[in-house]
């Protein structure tokens, strides 16, 4: 297997502070080949044979860390225990085309890694074999790599890497240097321990909010009660006579108190009275905004996707006319926040013409950026300490939190770390965007689908987002169209239409971003479908699937190895959802249900599958996938913001639920590997556990539903649990 080198990127080599460094140029970094130290240098390896390795993604507690250590391992024959990973520093050698910078998002975390670290270790294997051979005066064949030595092959005789490292550094590297094929795989593609979770069960993992300086400060902040408000003005003295205060600081949406620790300042905030401003545009209440996306869903004269080969308005118009049978659904679902464990929070040093940030981030360069514009420096005068986090799922991705602190740290003139509290947190909003969906599904004589007309209504998260990424596609928020015009299944015309609808609450990224609600939509309709053509769910998808062998293919694995034809006990049911990104990532569950009483049921059992591709490890494929499908499951059940009065009504886990072990049943993960290439996780799990619930519901009552969380549809979890 080939490194994937575009033309434009190249390999560099250099000795540096006794060990020899590697690094490959990425297509948008501005590098010279006589000047190894403009390169991205991923591998180091020093005289003693260690590894250390740097990558851009960042350790949100997904493991990807130790899957970039088995790449190197791969390559080089190291002991897993010789490699080290750590973030890569924020500079510009190190960016990325996509994500665009230093940035995790997207499920492309061991892609990236492949594409970056993976070339440098094969470079550094090719090179190590060359100076060996050339020492011994050999074949090139004459030589290999075992456990960090190169081997004679005639008798034996070994090498350490640490004694070739500077002949290996002067010669030059390959043009495009061979990845070990996966046949000859031997470490990666191994369910390996992850290296970082000793730590984070004893406690000695060090997260942004752990980060300590010395002479730190810590800020608690009031921010204005709701969307768009300032502040007017505050009267500080009732904080400034608490003990500990060191500063009151004046922010246009904000006040904060800066105190010599987290709850001195906590408490002198909760003695302010501050008066804020009312916003300019007023915030719509959920309430309200419901009924405006439903509006627009109904009238249907939203944009059209404007891509002509996934657009055929006429010919699903058509379809719509001559149907034997329309099914015409309805659905919304609410806004949903992040509730990450680990609070927002950012430690920020300003001094003279230089800032230090140490954050818990998804998005280093954006972050990097954002702050130097906010504190009149230029990006490279930010130097950002990438920490580990507990959960981003996006939210982290965005950089007012860091943008603040660093507002309040020039204000103070000291290192201050500022921690959000989580009602902060959780009333922040770049949410999951609110969305209203009216689905119309053209059936044939068959019962078959002929055309499907998809209105869909929200905010435009693309908007309010300060996150690089893909802009909109003239005019059209591209995340509303998400799993839905890349579908597997076969249904010969579509026609997809968004209405924008602000309602003045900011929007993000939610992990699976708009696959969360579409994937529901279009399942839960595929349901109805196939209840109206008298045929079996699974049956009924076959048939749309006899086009796409893959995903067919999928399909029958999984429900097989899940036992879905299986007898039931009485009162007991199943439903299934499946998530597809374009045509070769397929995720999907299946979940079993029992109905304790009406309108009350219980989880027997979840089943969870995927098809990725290429695993590099799959106790980490494993986890991700459990830990999305209770991270879809929380939406499902509990998930939604809701505003009243301009006023955030959620602010802790009381109020806003997620998934506990009480509501976990046993949950099986299938791993179905298939094609050449890897494809994303971390995104999977969320979507289709929503739809096959709902389904198994829908199996249970004969009662479509149509509002997210499950509460507005009626149903309730028993309280004994799973």
């Known amino acids: 297997m080939r490194a994937a080198l575009t033309r434009r990127q190249v390999l560099a080599s250099t000795m540096a502070g006794g060990a020899w460094l590697l690094g490959v140029r990425p297509p948008e970094a501005v590098a010279r080949e006589d000047d190894p130290r403009s390169f991205g240098l991923w591998l180091r390896l020093d005289r003693a044979g260690r590894a250390s390795v740097v990558t851009t ?8 860390h130790t899957a970039v250590a088995q790449i190197v391992a791969e390559e080089l024959d190291l002991p897993l225990a010789a490699v080290t990973v750590t973030h890569v520093p924020v500079e510009p050698a190190f960016g990325q085309s996509m994500p665009p910078g230093i940035t995790t998002f997207g499920s492309m975390g061991f892609k990236v890694a492949l594409a970056t ?4 270790a094969a470079a550094a294997r090719d090179m190590l074999l060359r100076a060996a051979a ?31 490292v500077d002949a290996a550094a002067k010669l030059t590297p390959p043009l495009a240097p061979a990845l070990r094929p996966r046949s000859a795989w031997r470490v990666l593609g191994q369910a390996v321990r992850r290296a970082d979770i000793p730590a984070r069960v004893d406690g000695s993992a060090r997260f942004g909010i752990d980060v300590d300086l010395p002479g730190m400060l810590v800020a608690h902040v009031l921010h204005a009660p709701s969307f768009g408000a300032t502040l007017a003005a505050v009267d500080a003295r009732p904080a400034r006579a608490v003990k500990g205060v060191v500063q009151v600081v004046k922010l246009p949406a904000a006040v904060a108190v800066v105190a010599s620790g987290y709850w001195a300042a906590r408490q ?13 545009v007023p ?59 680990e609070p927002l929070n950012a430690t920020v040093w300003v001094r003279g013409a230089a800032a230090e940030v140490w954050v818990s981030t998804q998005s280093q360069t954006d972050t990097q950026r954002a702050v130097a514009q906010a504190l009149g420096l230029a990006p490279a005068q930010v130097r950002v300490h990438s920490q580990d986090v507990g959960g981003g799922f996006g939210r982290r991705l965005e950089q007012d939190f860091a943008v603040e602190a660093a507002q309040i740290a020039r204000a103070v003139g000291r290192p201050v770390k500022t921690i959000w509290s989580r009602e902060n947190d959780m009333r922040a909003g770049h949410y999951r965007p609110a969305v209203a969906s009216r689905v119309r599904l053209a059936l044939d004589h068959a019962f078959m689908p002929t055309g499907i007309r998809h209105d869909t209504a929200g905010p435009s998260l693309l908007r309010h987002s300060g996150v ?26 579509k026609d997809t239409r968004w209405t924008e609808v602000e309602a003045g609450i900011p929007c993000g990224y939610w992990r699976s971003v708009g696959n969360s609600q579409n994937c529901f939509f279009l399942e839960h309709t595929l349901d109805q479908a196939a209840r109206l053509a008298g045929i079996e769910p699974i049956a009924y998808r076959r048939r749309l699937l006899a086009g796409h062998p893959r995903a067919l293919a999928f399909l029958d694995a999984f429900t097989q190895a ?52 290429v695993i590099g490890n799959p106790g980490l494929v494993e986890a991700q996938l459990m830990g999305g499908t209770l991270f879809g499951l929380s939406a499902a059940l509990f998930g939604e913001i809701t505003v009243k009065g301009g006023q955030v009504e959620q602010g802790n886990y009381d109020s806003y639920r997620v998934c506990g072990l009480a509501h976990t049943p046993p949950l099986h993960v299938h791993l179905l590997p298939n094609g050449d290439a890897p494809e994303g996780v971390g995104e999977e799990g969320p979507p289709s556990i929503v739809p096959a619930l709902a389904n198994a519901l829908f199996a249970a009552s004969g009662q479509p539903l149509s509002r997210l969380p499950l509460a507005h549809a009626g149903w309730a979890l028993s309280q004994t649990g799973s």
């Open 283 to 341: 915030v719509l209440d959920t309430g309200a905004l419901r009924e405006r996306l439903h509006a627009a869903v109904s009238a249907g004269a939203g944009l059209a996707w404007p891509e002509p080969t996934e657009q055929q308005a006429d010919a699903t118009t058509q379809a719509l006319q001559t149907a034997r049978h329309v099914v015409d659904a309805t659905y919304d679902v609410p806004f949903l926040a992040h509730a990450a464990m």
């Open 562 to 613: 899940a036992g879905w034809s299986s007898p039931l006990a009485p009162g007991h049911f199943r439903g299934f959802g499946m998530n597809s990104n374009g045509k070769t990532m397929f995720s999907a569950h299946i979940v079993e249900i029992e109905v304790v009483r009406p309108g009350e049921f219980r989880l027997v059992r979840i089943d969870a599958a995927i098809d990725c591709g």
């Open 134 to 164: 050339a020492q011994w005066q050999v074949p090139l064949d004459g030589c290999r790599i075992e456990q960090g030595t190169v081997v004679r092959v005639q008798d034996g005789e070994r090498l350490p890497f640490g004694a070739l």
């Open 117 to 120: 670290v993976g070339p440098a």
């Open 57 to 64: 993604v960042t350790q949100l507690g997904q493991g990807t």
């Open 468 to 493: 690089t990424s893909v802009p909109p596609h003239k005019g059209f928020d591209w995340s509303y169209i998400m799993g839905w015009v890349d579908m597997a299944y076969a249904i010969p015309a």
């Open 268 to 280: 002198a905030a909760q003695q302010l009275r501050p008066v804020w401003r009312a916003a300019q």
